[in-house]
């Protein structure tokens, strides 16, 4: 008897990791599709080279906030919480906004976090943040140098692809504005087809 119970146990415990693991999967397409469901910071490719893209930005709009901290570690969960609280209704009018993507940040010695606005809203029908701190600003059309990394970032990732941005565009000649920002596509709990990119505005491309 005991010998057909314990291949029950067993059995009925691997249907039990199964039907969760096939859940996880189930949930991570949902919101992998979720993901690209969401407005982005539209942009025209101009030109492929072997390990980054050229890219034409349109006009947008960005709330931003200015952080003293430096590094994506140090100042990435500050800058988030600041900006989603408002988009999540901690303003005047205790209005909810579509998140949208990239999650932008400038990286140097103090950092800036960017959301960008959906494009049905301006500084006309934006409520106005609690929080003195955010602010917003016009991005005009620019041209930026693009490279992607996968996984999760984290301040080593994004001066390794730094680096290799800046060396590439030395090889080929191509002048930018030493100011790098990340941009990062994905909540943290998604875990799937996971997109990350490090880009430099240049100049007189």
């Known amino acids: 008897m005991l010998y057909i119970i314990i291949p029950l146990i067993q059995m009925k415990t691997a249907i039990i990791i199964i039907s969760i ?8 397409i949902y919101i992998s599709r979720s993901t690209q469901q969401t407005e982005q910071y539209s942009y025209k490719v101009i030109k492929n080279y072997d390990k980054f893209e050229i890219r034409k930005y349109d006009s947008a709009l960005f709330s931003s906030v200015k952080l003293s901290k430096k590094g ?13 609280g408002y988009i999540f209704g901690n303003n005047e009018s205790n209005e909810k906004i579509a998140m949208t993507s990239p999650v932008m940040m400038e990286l140097g010695d103090t950092s800036k976090m960017m959301f960008m606005v959906p494009k049905n809203k ?19 059309e620019k041209i930026f ?12 990732k994004i001066e390794k692809y730094k680096s290799i941005l800046r060396d590439e565009l030395e090889k080929e000649k191509i002048n930018f504005v030493n100011k790098f920002l990340f941009l990062g596509y994905n909540p943290p709990y998604e875990v799937m087809n996971r997109r990350n990119e490090v880009v430099v505005e240049l100049i007189n491309y």
Not at 72 to 84: D, H, N, W
Not at 122 to 140: A, G, H, T
């Open 145 to 156: 140098a693009a490279i992607r990394f996968d996984g999760w970032a984290d301040d080593e």
């Open 21 to 28: 693991l096939l859940l996880i999967v189930i949930i991570q």
């Open 122 to 140: 301006n500084l006309e029908n934006l409520p106005n943040p609690k929080n003195s701190k955010i602010v917003f600003e016009k991005q005009e």
């Open 72 to 84: 994506y570690k140090e100042s990435s969960s500050e800058g988030f919480g600041i900006l989603a």
